[in-house]
Each structure stands twice: as C-alpha cells, then as structure tokens.
C-alpha cells in the first residue's frame, strides 16, 4: 500500500515516528503540503497504482475521496447522532441536544460542545454562556471571504458538563483493537503508552465495536467516569492524533486488512 502523508500534522515528534516507522518497515510513501482551502497537494502527486492510504488533515482525507483513493480515508458514519442512537447511553453525552453553533439555548451551568461531525472545525472543550456569547459573536462578524471553519449553522452537540477520571483512544480495526494510548487524567494532558491501559478498557471498545462500527478503521475515546467506562467520541483515524500508541502495530493493523486490489483512481466531478 503506498502511504501519503500530509507535513502539517500532529506534533514534530509523531510526525517523525511514522516516517521512520515508514522506511524502517521499507513501505512506499510521500510528504506532500496540503493546502487547506484550495485541496492541491504540494508537491503534485502522480498517482500510483493499487491501494494509497492518507495520513494528515481532514483536508488531505477529503482529498483522497475526491480522487477515489482506496481505503484512502475512513470517512464513513461520522455523525455523533448517529453513534448516540447506535451505542446509547454507552456514549458520555447521551444527554445531548443538537443545533446551528450560533442558535444554542442560554444555559445557566458550564457544558460541552463539540461538531456534530468529525470535520476538526474546532476541538470540543467545556465552556460557559458568556465565553460562548463571546465566542458566538467573533463567528457571526465573520464573512464568507474570512473562510471561516464555523458558522452560525455548523450543527454541534451540546451536553452537560460531565466528570471524568482518565481518558484513552484506542485504535480499532475490524473490531479489535490494535493500539491504544491514556491522554489525559482528569484534565491534565497525560500520555501513556499501550501496556499501561487497564485492560477492561481493551475490552469495552472491543465489545462495543462488535456489537456496530462506523467503519472498517477508526479512532474510539474513551473515559473512566463515576459512571463506568463510556465513549467519548469517535474521530477518523486518518487525522487523528498518535499521542503514544504503538506506530509499527498500527501501520502493519492497516496494511494487513484484506482489501481488493485496485490500479486505477478516478476523481469525482
């Protein structure tokens, strides 16, 4: 599989740790600049035969899809309404309602907020009314011209604010989980690697995964609440974040799955 990467993501360190896991496992792969607005790659990519995987920016996955890519990204069943009717009360907030960013209700106590969907058109966070009025104002001043990544009608979840001991993403592939990494205890960035996740967490992305995925491939959160173990959200595992997972047992988890064989890609109109 030949493997494209996009050179503005994550952080310099993991961004290292998949191009020397790349050459030391001796796979096919490219660095390319993507640009967010315009959807080139620089430099061009003449396009290889057989199957290409991205690893970057939402921009650079949308890219891979408009040019009919394949596995490309996994970009299917994204939406978080979908994951609440799906998964239920398994899902943190359960609770949530859903409306245009710049039409929420005023709320008298902190709560979270997130996309809808997984477009990275801002990173979810726990805020309060008047740090979202203010927030809200700066989108509406905004104009089509400012290309701005949120407007008054980008669709967003909106729960309580909820308690949490300790977070860990887990990486799923065909229903198992290949890798995992802690990121946070409590609301203190804390990354740790795979061999520290409690094992019951393993087993709650896995029992889940099976009952229904999104996708062949993807990124499930999860948190430790008073509550018992639940899903925070699902994000596309193409774009999201390594913290401290192991890199060679996820690249060879992706280029193990059993696809077809494809030598020709032909870009959407």
């Known amino acids: 599989m030949y493997w494209v990467v996009g050179n503005n993501m994550y952080s310099e360190e993991n961004f290292e740790n998949l191009l020397t896991t790349l050459k030391r496992l001796d796979l096919p792969h490219s660095v390319?600049?993507?640009?967010?607005?315009?959807?080139?790659?620089?430099?061009?990519?003449?396009?290889?035969?057989?199957?290409?995987?991205?690893?970057g920016s939402y921009t650079l996955a949308r890219i891979a899809k408009r040019r009919g890519w394949y596995p490309g990204a996994f970009l299917d069943?994204?939406?978080?309404?979908?994951?609440?009717?799906?998964?239920g009360d398994a899902m943190l907030n359960y609770d949530a309602t859903y409306s245009g960013f710049g039409y929420i209700s005023e709320r008298r106590?902190?709560?979270?907020?997130?996309?809808?969907?997984?477009?990275?058109a801002f990173t979810g966070e726990v805020t309060d009314w008047p740090s979202y009025v203010e927030?809200?104002?700066?989108?509406?001043?905004?104009t089509p011209e400012d290309n701005p990544t949120v407007t008054?009608?980008?669709?967003?979840?909106?729960?309580?604010?909820?308690?949490?001991?300790?977070?860990?993403?887990?990486?799923?592939?065909?229903?198992r989980v290949v890798t995992c990494s802690g990121y946070?205890?409590?609301?203190?960035k804390r990354y740790s690697p795979p061999e520290t996740v409690d094992p019951r967490i393993i087993k709650f992305a896995e029992d889940h995964a099976r009952w229904w995925s999104p996708n062949?491939?993807?990124?499930?959160?999860?948190?430790?609440?008073?509550?018992?173990?639940?899903i925070v959200e699902i994000n596309n595992?193409?774009?999201a974040g390594w913290y401290r997972c192991d890199m060679q047992k996820l690249i060879m988890a992706l280029e193990d799955m059993p696809f077809p064989e494809v030598a020709q890609h032909v870009e959407e109109p």
């Open 109 to 120: 106590e902190p709560f979270f907020i997130r996309p809808t969907e997984d477009t990275k």
């Open 32 to 55: 390319h600049c993507v640009r967010p607005f315009v959807g080139d790659l620089d430099p061009e990519l003449p396009t290889p035969d057989g199957n290409i995987i991205v690893m």
């Open 135 to 142: 927030w809200r104002d700066r989108v509406l001043a905004l």
């Open 237 to 239: 595992l193409n774009s």
């Open 184 to 188: 946070k205890v409590g609301t203190i």
């Open 152 to 175: 008054k009608d980008t669709r967003v979840v909106v729960s309580s604010k909820k308690e949490i001991y300790n977070e860990t993403r887990t990486w799923i592939i065909d229903k």
């Open 216 to 230: 062949r491939a993807y990124v499930m959160d999860i948190a430790d609440t008073p509550n018992g173990l639940k």
């Open 77 to 87: 069943d994204l939406d978080y309404r979908e994951h609440c009717a799906r998964w």
